[in-house]
């Protein structure tokens, strides 16, 4: 099979990480990649948006799969492109279809979609200037901290947790009127659940489905999850405290309904279903929807499964993934994220990486790199996942911690205290 894989980060090196360990790959492509994928694969320098760009490229190169790594060619309808192509149409896209990928391109879509299937989440309303008196009120209503959420992509940092009532209420003015530009022309204000949080993975072809794992993410820049969001600083899975008891109520009141939902709306979703979740008590409520692999999850997610991926996604293209049986390794995987000086603020890019060679018991994920003049270099804000495995938490976070030292680069930075609220 020639494989075409789109996007450049973290998660877009994991799959073709997976995928070349196929014995079924002819040829695997990466478009744009980076300098991790171009050890293992073809990078194409095509954004993953011109769709018109990528049809050439793929009658071209006469590809069968194209997996879609980031959401924004998702939300934009390249699903739909293909489908509507006559020349496209025989080729596998992994990844929802346009109205589908509205679960992540419109915060007050999934909330609709969670109210009319009866999925368990926190209570909300969705406001714009015309309601906006009406927030204020919603606002009061609630207990402290409140939450408001960006309806549309923002790029992972179009949610405010605010502690002040006030405060709260300007923001919600100060969103609106644009501060995430035209994604927070629409603001859902959420009830805040209190609680530990993680995210499940789920792959279906439309009516079967597989569930992945799960992982836990750590969003803030600072250790003990202080100071500003991020991508993400790094990932472990399993996670212990999702236990079989608490997995089967996932499984019954979300997963399921989440998959019949999209059947009954006629939306059809071919790929990936990231739900992120809280536990509150013993009970999990959905946070947020994404139409796609996370990251940095991915590199703790994918590690883990060993049965070949590209039989998976074939399974997944040929709606028969009620066939396949899908493995797990029981091991823990931790990855640690390595990051440019001043992230997620204002970072330099062009640093010279070093001691990639001197990495050992670990995989390395490139998320923001880039070759110039035969050096590998940052060329974004979160720039290396160090990725290992583990009989136990602690002994895979000693790895991914020791080899995170290893590998250099000017203002290097990253969170010494993953997994710090699970050992």
């Known amino acids: 099979m020639k494989v075409l894989v789109l996007g450049s980060g973290g998660r877009e090196h994991a799959f073709a990480w997976k995928i070349a360990q196929s014995n079924k790959l002819e040829k695997l492509y990466v478009a744009p990649g980076n300098a ?25 190169k006469e590809i069968n799969m194209v997996i879609v790594g980031p959401e924004d060619p998702l939300v934009n309808g390249i699903h739909d492109f293909f489908l509507g192509d006559s020349e496209l149409n025989k080729v596998a896209v992994i990844g929802p279809e346009k109205a589908a990928a509205q679960m992540e391109g419109s915060k007050d879509f999934a909330k609709d979609f969670m ?13 714009t200037s015309e309601n906006l008196k009406e927030g204020y009120q919603f606002l009061e209503s609630l207990k402290a901290p409140y939450v408001l959420k960006a309806d549309g992509l923002a790029a992972g940092k179009g949610v405010l947790i605010i502690d002040n009532l006030e405060e709260a209420k300007q923001s919600l003015k100060e969103m609106i009127g644009g501060m995430f530009g035209s994604a927070s022309a629409t603001v859902v ?22 569930v992945l794992a799960e992982a836990k993410d750590y969003k803030r820049i600072g250790e003990g999850d202080t100071g500003l969001n991020t991508g993400g600083m790094g990932a472990i899975s399993p996670v212990h405290f999702a236990n079989e008891e608490f997995m089967t109520k996932v499984e019954d009141r979300i997963i399921k309904p989440t998959i019949e939902g999209f059947q009954k709306d006629n939306t059809p979703f071919v790929g990936f279903v990231f739900i992120g979740l809280m536990k509150v008590d013993n009970d999990p409520f959905v946070i947020e929807y994404n139409v796609r692999m996370g990251d940095p999850e991915t590199e703790v997610v994918l590690p883990r499964i060993k049965s070949d991926f590209l039989d998976l996604m074939v399974a997944v293209a040929d709606k028969k993934l009620d066939q396949f049986e899908l493995e797990l390794d ?26 990639l060679d001197q990495v050992t018991e670990s995989i390395v994920f490139h998320a923001g790199t880039t070759n110039i003049n035969n050096d590998v270099v940052t060329n974004g804000g979160r720039v290396i996942a160090v990725s290992s495995y583990g009989e136990n938490l602690a002994n895979a976070l000693e790895k991914s911690f020791s080899n995170a030292e290893k590998i250099q680069f000017e203002g290097k930075y990253y969170r010494k205290d993953i997994g710090f609220d699970l050992q």
């Open 330 to 355: 029981e091991r823990t995987v931790t990855t640690v994220m390595l990051v440019s000086g001043g992230y997620p603020e204002a970072y330099a890019k062009g640093k010279v990486i070093s001691g």
């Open 189 to 210: 204000i959420e009830e805040f659940l209190s609680g530990i949080e993680l995210s499940v993975f789920v792959l279906t072809d439309g009516k079967n489905y597989k």
């Open 36 to 60: 991790g994928t171009a050890e293992i694969a073809e990078n194409i320098n095509i954004n993953p948006n011109d769709f018109e760009k990528v049809k050439t490229f793929v009658l071209d």
């Open 115 to 127: 109210a009319r299937h009866h999925i368990p989440t926190a209570q909300y309303k969705s406001i």
